[in-house]
């Protein structure tokens, strides 16, 4: 699979969507069930906030595949 996935792409489960950041020290948030992604809430590089909405996806358009 593609990195980073693009709005559009179906990812799967344990897929990683992103790397994060944080004082140093890097964690990749992964997929936890198959889906598409609907929109991507950032850009390489930007800062967010805690709970911030980073990634949002349909996990209903995964069953086509």
């Given at each position: 699979?593609?990195?980073?996935?693009?709005?559009?792409d179906?990812?799967?489960?344990?897929?990683?969507?992103?790397?994060?950041?944080?004082?140093?020290?890097?964690?990749?948030?992964?997929?936890?069930?198959?889906?598409?992604?609907?929109?991507l809430?950032?850009?390489?590089?930007?800062?967010?906030?805690?709970?911030?909405?980073?990634?949002?996806?349909?996990?209903?358009?995964?069953?086509?595949?």
């Open positions: 699979p593609d990195f980073p996935p693009v709005e559009g179906r990812v799967q489960t344990g897929q990683t969507l992103m790397v994060i950041e944080s004082m140093k020290m890097e964690t990749g948030i992964k997929a936890t069930d198959q889906a598409v992604v609907k929109k809430h950032f850009q390489p590089g930007d800062t967010f906030d805690r709970n911030a909405v980073l990634v949002s996806l349909d996990l209903t358009g995964s069953e086509d595949a």
